[in-house]
C-alpha cells in the first residue's frame, strides 16, 4: 500500500487532468509547509517520567492561517498527521474557508493515561508548539478521541504563555471559555445536510434507505441519531470493539443511551431507564462494511476500505465521514462496481466550517445562537454541496475529483495572487 501522503497525492494527481494550473501551483501543493516533531515529558501519577511524541503539520497558507484537529491516538505517525493536513487544506478550500491546511497528533493510547496525565500531555503539548500555532499562524480542534475538555486546556496553555487571554488560538473549546454553539455536532450535522442535498438527485428517499455506520464517537453516533430522526432506517453500527446488525432498523437514541453508560455498542430499545436487548446479530467492523445496504458510513479511522476489500462492498453510496477511509486503489475498483464515493473533503467538513464560525467568534467577541450557526452551515455545507455536484455533472468525473478541482482552482488562485513572493521572502 501507498504511503498515505502518497495516497492522498494520487487524488491531486488525478484532480489536475481536469483544471487548469499553473505549474509553480501543482509544485508547491505536492509538499507541507512545515512538519514539526517533538518530544513532550510527562510526569505520570505513579511518579516516573514518561515522554510522548507529538507532531504538527502545516501543509499550506496560501488562503489564510492553517487550521486542523489534534489526534490522540496509537497509530499517529509524521505520514499520517502529513495527509491530514493535505486533506485539511483542500477541505478549507473546496467549503470556501479562508483557512489553509494543518492537522497534529500525540501517538498514545489516550485510554491508559488519568485525567491529570492527559492534561500535563495537553498542555506539554501545547509549550512545544507555541512558536508553531497562533490566532493568526495555526489553530488547532478536536479529532479522534481528543474533545472540548482538551481543547480548553490547550486555549489555557496557550493563554498561559502568550500572558494575554487568546480564545482564538484553539477551537472546539468548551463554551464557557469562548467555544461556539453547535460546535460538537457539526461535523454530523454537516454531513446530513450533504447527506440530504445528495440523495434526492440518486432518487433515494429517507424512508426505505437503509444505512450503516463505522464508528460510533462524535461524528457517528450524532449523525446516526440525526438520520434515524430524519426517517432513515439505521441497521448497523460499530465501534472498536465491534458492531451491531439488525435487519428492522436500530432504535438510535436508546443504542446511544446505553453507550454513554457502559462505553459499549448494544442493540437495544430503552424505555425510560430500562433497555431491553432486541434481535440482532454481532457483526466484526469488516463485516460492516460489506453488508447489503444503501448507505455506507466509515465514521472511524482512514484506510478502511482498501483494494483488499473494495470488491467485496455492496452499498451504492458511500458517504466519507472519517477522513481517508477509502484509498486510491479502492476509489477505482469502486468506481468500476458504479458505487458512488461522496468524499471527506466535503462531507466531514461541518466540523471545520464551525471552528470558524468559532474563530469568528472570538476575534470579534460576538457570540451568534444555535439556530444562527446551523443556519449558516446548513447555507454552507447545501451551496459548496451543489457547485461539487454540477462541477461532477459538467466534467463528467466523479464527485471526489470534483470536489479537488472545485478546490483546487481556489487554491491555485491564491497562489497565483501572491506573485513570486514565496521564492524570495518567505
Ligand atoms: P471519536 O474519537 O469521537 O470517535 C471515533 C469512533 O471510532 C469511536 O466510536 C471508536 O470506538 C471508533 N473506532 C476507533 N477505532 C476503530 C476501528 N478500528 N474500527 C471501528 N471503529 C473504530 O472521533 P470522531 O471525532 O467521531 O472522528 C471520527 C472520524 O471523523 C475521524 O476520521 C475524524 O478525523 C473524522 N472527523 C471528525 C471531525 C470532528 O469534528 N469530530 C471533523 C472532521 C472529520
Known sequence: MLSLLADANQRLEKALRYVAIPEDAIERLKF?????????????????????????????????????????????????????????????????????????????????LSRFELESLSRGYINALADFI??????????????????????????????????????GKPISMGGSLGRETATALGAFFTIQTLLPKFGQAPQGTTVAIQGFGNAGAVLAELLFKAGYKVVAVSDSQGGIYASQGLDIPSVRHTKEATRSVQAVYCQGSVCNAIEHSVVTN???????????????????ITAANAHLIKAPYIFEVANGPVTSEADAILAEKGIQVIPDILVNAGGVTVS?????????????????????LQDKMTEETEWIWATAQDLAIDLRTAAYVHALSRLAEAIGAQGTRKDYIK
Not at 145 to 160: H, K, R
Request: glycine content about 8%; aromatic content about 10%.
Open 286 to 304: 469488516a463485516e460492516l462494511l460489506e453488508l447489503e445496504v444503501d448507505v455506507l458510513i466509515p465514521a472511524a479511522l482512514e484506510n478502511q
Open 356 to 376: 470558524y464560525f468559532e474563530w469568528v467568534q472570538n476575534k470579534s467577541g460576538f457570540y451568534w445562537s444555535l439556530e444562527e450557526v446551523n443556519q449558516r
Open 134 to 171: 497562533g490566532p493568526d499562524i495555526d489553530i488547532p480542534a478536536p479529532d479522534v478521541y481528543t474533545n472540548a475538555m482538551i481543547m480548553g486546556w490547550m486555549m489555557d496553555q496557550y493563554s498561559i504563555i502568550q500572558r494575554q487571554i487568546i480564545p482564538g488560538v484553539v477551537t
Open 32 to 112: 507541507p509547509k512545515a512538519s514539526l516533531t517533538v518530544s513532550i515529558p510527562v510526569r505520570m501519577d505513579d511518579g516516573s517520567l514518561k515522554v510522548f511524541q507529538g507532531y504538527r503539520v502545516r501543509y499550506d497558507d496560501s488562503r489564510g492561517p492553517t487550521k486542523g484537529g489534534v489526534r490522540f491516538h496509537p497509530s499517529v505517525n509524521l505520514d499520517e498527521v502529513q495527509s491530514l493536513a493535505f486533506w485539511m487544506t483542500f477541505k478549507c478550500a473546496a467549503l470556501n474557508i479562508p483557512f489553509g491546511g494543518a492537522k497534529g497528533g500525540i501517538t498514545l493510547n489516550p485510554k491508559e
